[in-house]
């Protein structure tokens, strides 16, 4: 078990949900979206921590919208955190943008990836903030060990695995539940990200996705029994500027939540 700003991950604890948009367009979404998805967890009772990226820095294509802006898309964040007192996860992509996003966020995300840079992942750990890092395509769940290793070498054991969905051929990912069981092992938090893994990655320009599947891929993790549930959740997906067919539109998020909870406890409660 780890503990963020007093929400226990892990340990047989109810699940934690992280989502957001997959990465920060404008101060109008960040806080439409943080506002409605706070107001639902808290309903349900369900620990929420907020997510987007400040900036995507692994676009299928060079014209892909990779941000706002640093500096500005950093303090829509901070904004975020204060204004509604949520816990941030946002990703890193290199040594120099760690310092720089964790005086904001709370959880630093790795790329899957960037998910076997060794130097990278040591220089994660360094901050002292939780890491989560997000099991590569590429990588089986045994491998994640290393990756496991090279944060613990820096003495901080603050770190979350995430399964997204292993590459099946050049346009396909499949979700292996055994990964969430095998990664389970090593001793951290286990988060099932329901959104990356309905991706159809890098077809023409830009990445497809089949969200008909979030529902039971997020379901059937959690049966599974997952310390955390990752959506990235847009007011208007066909819109979005990242990840426009594989988010989950906010209005059916509430619905979703409510199923997960009851198989929550009814795995929680054996």
């Known amino acids: 078990m780890i503990e963020v700003n007093g929400i226990k ?8 949900l992280i989502a957001g948009p997959c990465v920060v367009e404008s101060k109008e979404i960040a806080f439409q979206t943080a506002e409605a ?7 349900l ?9 400040y900036k995507k820095a692994n676009r299928t294509s060079l014209n892909s919208f990779t941000g706002v802006g640093d500096e500005e898309a950093l303090q829509i964040l901070k904004n975020v955190s204060e204004r509604f007192n949520l ?8 040594g120099e943008e760690i310092n720089l996003a964790a005086e904001v966020a709370d959880i630093l995300q790795i790329p899957a990836f960037l ?5 990278f992942l040591v220089e994660a750990g360094k901050s002292g903030k939780a890491i989560n890092i997000k099991k590569g395509q590429f990588l089986s769940p045994g491998e994640m060990k290393h990756a496991v290793a090279k944060v613990e070498s820096t003495g901080n054991k603050n770190i979350l695995l995430t399964e ?10 499949v979700v292996d539940m055994r990964s969430l069981v095998i990664m389970k092992e090593f ?11 309905v991706q159809l990655p890098g077809k023409d320009n830009k990445s497809g996705g089949q969200p008909v599947y979030i529902k039971p891929l997020a379901r059937a993790a959690t049966a599974v029994g997952i310390d955390a549930l990752f959506l990235e959740v847009h007011p208007n997906p066909p819109k979005a500027l990242s990840d426009a067919a594989s988010q989950l539109p906010l209005d059916k998020l509430e619905d979703l939540l409510i199923e997960i909870k009851k198989i929550d406890d009814l795995v929680k409660g054996f």
Do not use: C, W
Not at 87 to 94: A, C, E, K, N
Not at 115 to 119: F, K, N, V, Y
């Open 9 to 16: 991950i892990g340990g047989n604890n109810p699940f934690i």
């Open 87 to 94: 816990s941030i996860l946002t990703d890193v992509h290199t």
């Open 45 to 53: 009772q369900i620990p929420y921590i907020y997510k987007s990226s």
């Open 187 to 197: 001793g951290y938090p286990i988060v099932m990200d329901a959104t990356h893994s």
């Open 115 to 119: 998910s076997r840079q060794t130097e």
């Open 37 to 43: 998805i706070k107001k639902i967890t808290t309903k």
């Open 164 to 173: 997204r969905g292993t590459t099946f051929g050049y346009h396909n990912l």
